[in-house]
């Protein structure tokens, strides 16, 4: 499995709750594409959120997002960690 970065933009003033929400929306369907969201984090100021994955691909990433009603405006895979 590869691990991803996707970036959320446009969500300006989000919550800790609201984030709370949305990673709590793609968990509860993650298993059926093989993701596992490993954790969220947010820019209220910037409307910038980051969510890291394992994945078998952006794409599976991608529909998990959109059907939880968030979906991703960048994707990037994250082949080297230290």
């Known amino acids: 499995m590869a691990k991803f970065m996707d ?16 990673h709590s929306a ?3 369907i993650q298993d059926e594409e093989g993701v596992t969201f490993e954790h ?3 820019d209220p100021e910037e409307g910038v ?3 890291l994955s394992e994945a078998p691909d952006a794409e ?3 529909r998990i997002h959109e059907r939880a009603g968030h979906p991703a405006d960048e994707i990037h895979s994250v082949p080297l960690t230290i």
Not at 11 to 20: A, D, F, R, S, V
Request: hydrophobic letters at 50%; proline letters at 0%; aromatic letters at 8%.
């Open 49 to 51: 959120l980051y969510c």
């Open 26 to 28: 793609d968990i509860a």
């Open 60 to 62: 599976a990433v991608q």
């Open 7 to 22: 970036v959320h933009r446009g969500m300006m003033g989000i919550t800790g709750e609201q984030l709370e929400q949305a």
């Open 40 to 42: 969220a984090w947010a």
